[in-house]
């Protein structure tokens, strides 16, 4: 809670005396340091995660405390290569390792070496770790900053890699984040929603490639993929969740949208997303004492920036409705404050909290 607050210091004098209790016990010191890594403080992390490691010598430890080195800042990269070493026999089949080197060498300014061993990395992960990619994707851009040349690197590996399914998929989700060529996802995910052995890969293809038509403003193909995935997966709640979303907010078919919103909110009772999907559905339908009800339980649950300012828009505008103007206004302010620091920003988003504010601004 002290991290989530902003409250560093407070935290690292905390997980100090906790760990000054048992020095030694590398289990403790592994999971307070694993407390800070969650949320990116590695530098923070790295004292604690450094006992552990020291104290088991583990592979998973090893990995933990070369993340925590190469990701500091600056990066710590000659105590990183000395672990590196003590592994050198593991490095060339262990695709955690390779990212780690890939990272030192990028560090000491030997990019090409860096990229090789960011493409042997991808060779080198089993069947079995194939969700694995997306974390591939996440460090490898610390190593190459150039969206389009890690295109590129995956494009090239794809077919020697042992999880070319998964290699084509987190491709294609990368690809959506550029505006430029997030239709060259489209053809990937179709044929991934068809051919897809692995099922985890087939529900992300299906999920994505309506996402995807939804941010292209093709809302009728999104509902007709979606409709698709459904009667493979009829409880998936994002599935549910992003069929009731678009049929209710740009398609005007709250009635038909109620179904899979409650079908969302059953699959995933504590989701924020599906809540706040539910509540505007009821305020499509008028049904406003219930979609403030469902909102305030969505605001509850709702954690990220980008939730938040969802959720806030959504209820301030229900109360709007509900002749609660002065609060309505509170939280249109506080949705405003919070607007900044939604990553990536989201122009729909934006545009509808605008909206909300002409309206408060006109009361």
């Known amino acids: 809670m002290l991290l989530d607050a902003g409250r560093d210091a407070d935290a690292t004098s905390f997980a100090a005396e906790l760990a000054r209790l ?20 590695w530098a923070l992390a790295l004292p604690f995660i450094k006992v552990a490691y020291e104290n088991t010598r583990t592979l998973p430890s090893t990995y933990r405390y070369l993340d925590c080195l190469l990701n500091s800042t600056p990066p710590q990269l000659n105590e990183a290569e000395t672990v590196l070493r003590s592994v050198q026999d593991k490095i060339d089949t262990d695709a955690a390792l390779l990212i780690s080197r890939a990272k030192l060498l990028a560090g000491r300014n030997r990019a090409d070496q860096a990229r090789g061993d960011l493409a042997a990395s991808l060779r080198a992960l089993r069947v079995d770790q194939g969700p694995q ?16 040349e ?40 179709a044929e991934l929603s068809k051919s897809a052995t692995s ?26 993929v979606f409709a698709e995935g459904l009667k493979k997966f009829p409880t998936d709640w994002e599935l549910n969740n992003n069929m009731a979303f678009t049929l209710s907010k740009q398609l005007n078919r709250a009635a038909d949208a109620l179904k899979f919103a409650e079908q969302a909110v059953k699959t995933s009772p504590n989701n924020a997303d ?14 406003f004492e219930e979609a403030e009800a469902t909102l305030r339980r969505a605001l509850g649950l709702a954690q990220d920036p980008r939730t938040r300012v969802t959720v806030l828009t959504h209820l301030a505008t229900t109360l709007i409705e509900r ?38 601004d006109a009361l």
């Open 22 to 41: 048992r020095p030694s016990d590398a289990t403790l010191q592994g999971a307070i340091g694993d407390r800070f890594l969650a949320r990116g403080r």
């Open 133 to 148: 990619v997306q974390t591939w994707l996440r460090e490898a851009q610390r190593v190459v900053p150039d969206r389009n």
């Open 150 to 189: 890690l295109v590129r690197i995956m494009e090239s590996v794809e077919r020697e890699t042992k999880v070319p399914e998964w290699v084509r998929l987190i491709r294609a989700a990368f690809l959506t984040e550029d505006d430029r060529r997030r239709a060259e996802a489209l053809p990937i995910f």
């Open 199 to 224: 099922e985890l890969v087939l529900a992300a293809s299906i999920r994505l490639h309506g996402s995807t038509l939804y941010r292209l403003g093709q809302y009728d193909k999104a509902v007709e």
């Open 274 to 287: 599906s809540m706040d999907t539910l509540g505007w559905t009821q305020h499509a339908l008028g049904k």
């Open 323 to 360: 002749k609660n103007v002065t609060e309505a206004k509170a939280l249109t302010e506080e949705a405003q404050k919070l607007l900044p620091t939604v990553r990536p920003p989201d122009a729909e988003q934006k545009a509808e909290l605008e909206t909300l504010q002409k309206r408060i």
